[in-house]
């Protein structure tokens, strides 16, 4: 009994050593930006310093345009969850649960183009963007990712594990393809659409690289690509870079204290098939 406790007390400690490691990143960056600026540059450095400062927020909101930045985010990734897990959701149907001709090769197709980072092909994007007129709207953002190999891929997976039976007494009762995956498959993919929901949105959110090349003008910038070109343009301030990017995880953090319980459990209820 005592070496279990032992083994419980020393466990726990490992993990709030681990917990400490990986937390540590955030709470520093919390604390400094709240910092002087003199105190976030001082050298040797310091986790707390000897007075804060409601400065570097108060900089940031009045210095860049934060509310545009924060619209914008919310309209991109929202519009990207809303459609990509949607027609995803369809794909992934497709590939589970019907029979076409070349479906292996078309759905190894779409794996293969997960291995292609962005770097390769965000230069013809950018030109068929700007061709069809859609460089610098929303409709250019959204649209290249209304569909996600990832997504493909994790929606089939789920689809694959649920019991034919469904579909099976779906069809006895006369429904096609698209009522069954509306009325019986789409009830149950709850779980996995809240995942991947949750999974597309923390992706989009915090991507830097692609609207930062699909958008030119201020008013159309993102919370990351606005505070980046901030960043650039005040390069010696970080306490407003800092408040910025406290401000920008905030939605994030908000959403995940909300959804943790629901997200676990759908996990844990995706993997319970028979």
């Given amino acids: 009994m005592t070496q279990k406790k032992y083994k419980t007390i020393i466990g726990r400690i490992a ?3 681990v917990l400490l490691l990986i937390a540590f990143p955030f709470i520093w960056l919390v604390i400094s930006s709240f910092k002087y600026e003199k105190d976030i540059i001082s050298f040797p450095p310091r986790i707390f310093a000897d007075k804060y400062t409601f400065d570097n927020y108060i900089k940031v909101w009045t210095t860049i ?4 930045y924060i619209k914008n985010t919310v309209i991109f990734a929202g519009g990207v969850v809303l459609t990509s ?13 019907m029979q076409f001709k070349g479906k292996s090769a078309l759905f190894y197709f779409v794996l293969l ?24 709207t929303y409709a250019g953002l959204i649209i290249p990712r209304m569909t996600t190999a990832f997504g493909i891929f994790m929606m089939r997976s789920f689809f694959v594990g649920l019991p034919k039976d469904l ?31 949750i999974f597309t949105l923390m992706n989009n959110w915090n991507d830097l690289l692609y609207p930062l090349i699909l958008t030119s003008s201020t008013e159309m910038r993102t ?17 407003p870079v800092m408040a910025g990017t ?29």
């Avoid at 779906?170 to 929901?197: C, H, T, V, W």
């Fill in 65 to 68: 345009p934060l509310v545009n």
């Fill in 167 to 197: 579909e099976e007494a779906a069809r006895i009762d006369g429904l096609n393809e698209f009522q069954i995956f509306l009325k019986i498959m789409l009830p149950l993919a709850k779980p996995a659409f809240l995942s991947l929901g």
């Fill in 246 to 274: 406290v401000i920008s995880m905030l939605p994030l953090l908000i959403i995940y204290v909300f959804a943790q319980k629901y997200f676990v459990q759908s996990s844990a209820m995706a993997g319970m098939k028979e």
């Fill in 113 to 136: 183009t997960m291995m292609i980072p962005f770097q390769v092909f965000m230069i013809p994007l950018f030109i068929e963007i700007n061709k069809l007129g859609l460089l610098d």
């Fill in 15 to 17: 993990l709030l050593i």
């Fill in 85 to 97: 897990v949607f027609f995803d959701s369809l794909a992934g149907y497709a590939f589970a649960r």
């Fill in 223 to 239: 919370l990351p690509a606005g505070l980046s070109l901030f960043s650039g343009q005040n390069i010696s301030f970080y306490g």
